[in-house]
């Protein structure tokens, strides 16, 4: 039997999963202004977008929101809808670039 997202070959099982498509752009999130209103998780149709529930990071007593990059379709839909601007749409070439998202894209 062949588990699911595997693919046989003549030398044997080969896994069959691709590496994501990246999106042209990626929704870039500061979390330093964001107020925790959730507007933006209601209308993540990817539902990538989730509150931080870790005590320890400094915008958690507001709520903040964060974005789980490699999940992001680049849709803009949080983007247009933040009331704040909070959320901009970044090239997904200049997001790759940026130390402070080294290894979490790609
Ligand atoms: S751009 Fe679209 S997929 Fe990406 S976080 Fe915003 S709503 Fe979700
Ligand atoms: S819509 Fe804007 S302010 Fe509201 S939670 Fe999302 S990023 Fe934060």
């Known amino acids: 039997m062949t588990p699911k997202g595997a693919a046989t070959s003549g030398t044997g099982i080969l896994m069959a999963e691709k590496k994501k498509k990246l ?15 959730d507007a933006c998780v209601a209308v993540c149709p990817v539902d990538c977008i989730d509150k931080i529930s870790d005590p320890s990071h400094p ?46 894209i790609a």
């Not at 999106?23 to 209103?37: N, V």
């Not at 379709?73 to 670039?97: F, H, R, S, Y």
């Open 59 to 104: 915008g958690y007593a507001m709520g903040i929101c964060s974005i789980d990059l490699p999940v992001c379709i680049g849709c803009k839909l949080c983007a247009q809808i933040c009331p704040w601007d909070v959320i901009t749409m970044v090239p997904t070439n200049q997001v790759l670039l940026a130390p402070e998202f080294a290894g979490q």
């Open 23 to 37: 999106p042209k752009q990626l929704a870039i999130l500061d979390e330093d202004l964001c107020t925790g209103c």
